[in-house]
């Protein structure tokens, strides 16, 4: 769940993250296809699956945060409607910050190597120096 700090920077979910980078595209999406979008992408990685039941409440929630923004479509069936989501300027914030970050730990990472036979300690050392 995004978190806001008091500097009101928005700390992203890993799901969060996924459903903002693909809402990135601009075209307005309905949920079955952005779910589509995901496990396909995931199978490539062997990453489980997200289900229906993680998907909306997680695009509520993301609605209520005003990182995405949800419209009802034309009825497609006899009463059948889809709810379309496209990311707001708030969820473009968010959503280069966290990028931004998750890079920045990525080079951090690779700049840090642990010598041989040291992995766990370099590790925690490289985590305990991010954090701290």
Same mark, same amino acid.
């Given at each position: %769940? &995004? !978190?806001?700090?008091? +500097? $009101? ?6 799901? +969060?993250?996924?459903?903002? *980078?693909?809402? %990135?595209?601009?075209?307005?999406? @309905? ?8 496990? #396909? #992408?995931? !199978?490539? /990685? +062997?990453i489980p699956d997200l289900r229906i039941g993680s998907l909306y409440p997680t695009l509520k929630r993301m609605e209520e945060q005003k990182l995405i923004r949800g419209e009802w479509g034309d009825p497609v069936a006899e009463s059948t409607r889809?709810? /379309? @989501? *496209?990311? *707001?300027?708030? $969820? ?5 910050? *966290? #990028? &931004? @970050?998750?890079? +920045?730990?990525?080079?951090? &990472?690779?700049?840090?190597? &642990?010598?041989?036979? !040291? ?14």
């Open positions: %769940m &995004a !978190k806001h700090r008091d +500097e $009101g920077v928005i700390i992203l979910s890993a799901l +969060e993250e996924d459903l903002l *980078t693909v809402l %990135m595209g601009g075209e307005p999406i @309905y949920g079955l296809q952005i779910l589509e979008i995901l496990n #396909q #992408q995931r !199978k490539k /990685y +062997e889809r709810r /379309y @989501y *496209t990311i *707001t300027a708030v $969820g473009e914030i968010a959503i280069s910050r *966290t #990028q &931004a @970050y998750r890079r +920045e730990l990525a080079r951090r &990472a690779e700049g840090q190597s &642990a010598p041989e036979g !040291k992995i766990a300690d370099g590790f925690s050392g490289w985590i305990a120096s991010v954090f701290n």
